[in-house]
């Protein structure tokens, strides 16, 4: 079982001309918000160099098969010549050109390339993972500056009601028909109206600061998200698609299986090695020989095996390999407790999601139940039989209902994206991201697989991720009104939101 936003993100509401274009020119949507992370978010542009350098392992461990060409050369000078040796010329000049041909060296140049070429898929699943988790951390500061946007709507409505209220108490109190603990009571709860306004204010800050960060840009006029593709429908089903697909999980295996290699590796010291070499030699006595029958100059060559055959090293081999098979034990350690995070991680994050859709509906039948209320006690204290202290909670509760909702809304797709995220279905080629072509480890691992040039060089790194340094520090000013099920009136038709028609639900 495989899902894909992909599919999902391309039809219908979720890629329609009116999802992507509507609102004004500068709103941003959720898809935009992941392309620029993509782009230039220093995490995975980060990881990208991170790859590009274990691609370098296979042409490392290739180098050490193939032949090589050494040079030396050297001018002495005798400053003291004995009198007695007439061969022993005043300076001398000589030249060296080595080949060795590996020929045999017991395996490790094989397993080392094999070794090298498994991290390089485990590298390739871990920058899968990276993105995975760099779209979940875009999803949740998206979502979060949603999320505080409505709540500092909410409070700012409901502080401008209470200054309504306190007005209203304070002009019945002249004339008598309130007493100075109703105007009391007023007064407390829009202070501490004004001082839940304040956190919220910061907290919106707060989350904007964080979508910088994430993102690059400052959010402005952030559209609703798409909907999300249909999820598991139980935890063990998501369990099971988590553990074939998860790209942490499939790193951590891949890399699990190059400690095999490196095992095999060290069993390689201990063997013995052949290699052809062949050398040529040049030397010039530069005119300070003045023997007959002695040439000034001369070249020689010599070809032949080499073969090495190691006999006691001092343990050394052995350690070599106890220590590759510790090592390769730590690794399966390490797998096992990955598909232990993953489980858990999957069966979290289903929990919060179904969670969050319970709390959908119940608030939002607590917000309907709560706007009549509110009206009912407003209207029964115009005629005596409810206090303002009545129309105070009233209107809190009221407040408290439309917070959970659209903290519900909130959860319930994070936790959606986190759970497709887990089961290894939100990188880049799931989500069918546009903006430009996707990044293509597999494009430079095969430019430098095979390269031989000790010359060669990409030249000097420039970075790739954009700079955050000039970004306006942010502020709590709300420019998007609220959703019309937060913000209706009581006295709507019947056709109201509820849990399985909301747009986080879909």
């Excluded at 420039?462 to 709590?476: D, E, I, L, R």
């Amino acid at each position: 079982m495989r899902l894909h936003l992909t599919s999902s993100l391309t039809s219908g509401v979720l890629i329609g001309s009116a999802l992507l274009l509507a609102g004004s020119a500068s709103a941003e949507t959720l898809r935009e918000a992941m392309v620029r992370a993509y782009q230039s978010n220093p995490t995975i542009t980060g990881q990208r160099a991170a790859q590009r350098a274990t691609d370098e392992n296979v042409p490392i461990a290739r180098s050490s098969g193939l032949p090589s060409l050494q040079s030396t050369g050297q001018i002495i000078d005798n400053i003291v010549v004995a009198n007695n040796n007439f061969l022993n010329p005043e300076r001398v000049g000589t030249g060296s050109l080595q080949l060795s041909v590996p020929l045999y060296q017991g395996g490790a140049v094989k397993n080392a390339v094999r070794a090298a070429e498994t991290r390089v898929d485990a590298g390739r699943a871990q920058l899968r993972g990276v993105e995975a988790n760099l779209f979940t951390n875009v999803v949740a500061a998206y979502m979060n500056v949603i999320r505080d946007e409505a709540i500092v709507n909410l409070n700012t409505r409901n502080v401008n009601v209470l200054e309504t209220n306190l007005r209203a108490s304070r002009d019945r109190f002249q004339v008598g028909d309130l007493t100075r603990t109703d105007v009391a009571q007023s007064e407390a709860r829009l202070a501490q109206a004004r001082a839940q306004l304040q956190s919220a204010q910061a907290n919106l800050i707060s989350s904007r600061e964080n979508y910088v960060n994430i993102v690059g840009v400052a959010p402005v006029g952030l559209e609703q998200p798409p909907a999300l593709p249909a999820l598991p429908g139980s935890p063990n089903a998501a369990v099971a698609v988590a553990l074939d697909q998860n790209p942490q999980l499939i790193a951590a295996r891949r890399a699990a299986d190059a400690t095999r290699y490196d095992i095999n590796v060290a069993r390689a010291n201990r063997l013995p090695r052949v290699a052809a070499v062949s050398s040529g030699n040049y030397f010039n006595y530069l005119g300070s020989l003045n023997v007959p029958n002695v040439p000034a100059s001369g070249v020689n060559a010599t070809v032949g095996v080499q073969l090495s055959m190691p006999l006691f090293q001092g343990g050394r081999p052995a350690a070599q390999v106890r220590q590759a098979e510790a090592l390769r034990g730590q690794a399966l350690e390490n797998t096992t407790a990955t598909e232990r995070q993953i489980v858990a991680q999957v069966r979290s994050a289903y929990a919060v999601w179904q969670s969050s859709q319970e709390v959908i509906a119940s608030a939002e039948s607590a917000v309907r139940a709560n706007s009549l209320s509110l009206e009912g006690v407003r209207a029964e204290n115009s005629v005596g039989t409810r206090t303002v202290l009545d129309i105070l909670n009233a209107e809190q509760e009221l407040l408290n209902s439309q917070v959970t909702l659209v903290t519900a809304r909130r959860d319930a797709y994070v936790a959606g994206f986190a759970l497709i995220a887990a089961m290894g279905n939100a990188e880049a080629r799931d989500l069918g991201l546009d903006g430009g072509s996707l990044y293509d480890p597999v494009a430079n691992y095969k430019r430098v697989r095979n390269k031989i040039n000790d010359w060669d060089g990409d030249g000097e790194p420039v970075p790739v991720a954009t700079t955050t340094a000039g970004t306006p520090a942010q502020t709590a000013a709300i420019t998007r009104p609220l959703d019309a099920d937060v913000n209706a009136p009581v006295d709507r038709s019947p056709a109201l939101t509820t849990g399985t028609s909301a747009p986080s639900r879909q």
